[in-house]
């Protein structure tokens, strides 16, 4: 067992150097430095939680302006819907009626205790006339007068609060109640328009152009808020990544432009030097230099003048 472990050693060192010799024998020129396309990809998110009922893009599809995306089960958001719109209708009648005195039919009870109140007064004026013509002749006291006096004043005073109280009824309802009616039928066209914004928004369109690069959920999942659907790289965005080590660092400055090669691409690309970065860094792996391996190097991203000719993760090499 020990010896075979050994062999296997061996031939593991005997692989590493192999392909130490093998990158040594491909070090790109000094004047050439290594790098790689990348993408800034953009999630796009559930704006919602609810249960995902269809998507309608696959991956590596093309995304347009305004093309539905996926769509999330809206009945939950229409039920709301409906409920805003019924409290922001009755609102609105509330509102309307207090512009406007009572019915008729509402009055109508008071009309007849009116009637009623006028002939109990009638009666008392009666009594009080008839009585007051006796009153110089002593056959009525000064305490019967009084006593009809009151009764018919009594009498007077309920026929005014009656008449007070259907001119009230047939008044509109005051200003100030008026003005918090209308402010509580314009929350409630408040509550609709959100009410219909989210019922929209559970139909989620693009906006953006570019290329679907992931599908991150099924129909049929639940997909909490802020849970991401898609990935799509946006049409344009791609940019060139690479090293470059300290000595050759003064070279490079942002608006500088470099040519871009890669196997396959058509000659004479050109980027623009986007960010340099302030702190130095080992090589990244992805580069296989023995020499560039040992040195400190410094990010520099370029921004391709075709953006379009250059795909995400393909190795490229930079010149001035």
């Known amino acids: 067992m020990r010896r075979l472990a ?22 790109t020129p000094a004047d050439t430095y290594s790098g790689y396309v990348e993408a800034q990809g953009v999630t796009v998110a559930a704006p919602q939680s609810g249960w995902l009922a269809a998507v309608e893009v696959d991956r ?50 008071l009309v ?30 000064a305490a019967q007068m009084d006593t009809l006096r009151a009764t018919t004043r ?29 402010a509580q039928a314009r929350a409630s066209e408040a509550d609709v328009a959100q009410a219909q914004w989210m019922v929209g928004d559970r139909d989620v369109k693009a906006r953006l152009e570019g290329r679907v690069e992931e599908r991150l959920r099924e129909p049929g999942e639940f997909v909490a808020q802020g849970a ?35 196997d396959g691409c058509a000659a004479g690309l050109s980027a623009k030097v986007r960010y340099v970065s302030r702190e130095a860094e080992f090589t990244p792996p992805v580069i296989y230099s023995v020499r560039e391996r040992q040195k400190l190097m410094f990010l520099v991203e370029a921004t391709p003048a075709k953006p379009e000719a250059l795909h995400p993760g393909q190795p490229v090499d930079v010149a001035l």
């Open 154 to 182: 009594s009498a007077q005073a309920v026929v005014g609060s009656l008449d007070k109280q259907i001119a009230d009824l047939r008044l509109a309802a005051r200003d100030d109640q008026q003005r918090a009616a209308e």
């Open 228 to 262: 991401p659907v898609l990935t799509v790289l946006p049409k344009g965005r791609q940019f060139v990544r690479f090293y470059v080590p300290q000595a050759d660092l003064p070279k490079f400055s942002v608006g500088k432009v470099v040519r871009v090669t890669c």
């Open 112 to 141: 007849e205790q009116r009637k009623q109140a006028m002939a109990q007064l009638e009666l008392a004026r009666s009594n009080q006339a008839r009585y007051a013509q006796l009153e110089p002749k002593g056959f009525v006291s």
């Open 60 to 109: 590596g599809d093309t995304v347009r302006l305004d093309q539905p995306l996926f769509r999330l089960d809206a009945a939950q958001a229409g039920h709301v819907l409906e409920g805003a719109e019924l409290r922001a209708e009755a609102a609105a009648a509330t509102a309307q009626d207090l512009t406007k005195g009572a019915r008729e039919a509402e009055i109508a009870p």
């Open 6 to 27: 050994m062999r296997r050693l061996a031939m593991r060192k005997l692989a590493l150097i192999s392909l130490l010799a093998l990158a040594a024998c491909t070090e």
